[in-house]
Each structure stands twice: as C-alpha cells, then as structure tokens.
C-alpha cells in the first residue's frame, strides 16, 4: 500500500508544477457560473462533501494534526 501524504505538500507541489508551466500551456481561469447548479443540488453537494470528509475522520483515513490534516490511503487505528 501506499504511504501517507502531507496534504499542505502535496498542494505546494501541485502548486510548483504549475506555475513553471509556460502560461500558454496552463488552463484558462474560467468560473462556471453562479446558475450552474440549483440551490438544491449546491445543498445536496455540500452535505455529501460535509459526511463524506466526517466519515473520513472517523475511519481514520483523513487526520487532523497541528497545522492541517494528513491523508492516508491505510486508516490510521487509534
């Protein structure tokens, strides 16, 4: 299995690729539009992202450690 990851890491390295990418080959910042969802299916999304991140915590898989969290494809046994 795979080890786990910093997430703030992870981010800044994402972060390094892109910015050293020549501006013609990076994606336009395009935001969709504010309509692109009713407010039922932005609620909806919002309570699946909300229980899906808490039953991460609670199997261990996500951890909360000073300064972030910590992502772990092993749950993490406390």
Not at 14 to 41: D, F, G, H, Q
Not at 54 to 73: L, R
Request: proline share 8%.
């Amino acid at each position: 299995m795979r080890d786990s990851i910093d997430l703030n890491d992870a981010l800044n390295r994402t972060k390094n690729l892109y910015v050293k990418l020549p501006r013609a080959a990076r994606p336009a910042r395009k935001y969709r539009p504010i309509s692109s969802r009713t407010p039922e299916e932005a609620r909806a999304l919002a309570r699946a992202v909300y229980y899906s991140l808490k039953k991460a915590e609670e199997t261990g898989y996500i951890v909360k450690v000073p300064g972030g969290y910590k992502m772990s494809w092993n749950p993490e046994k406390e």
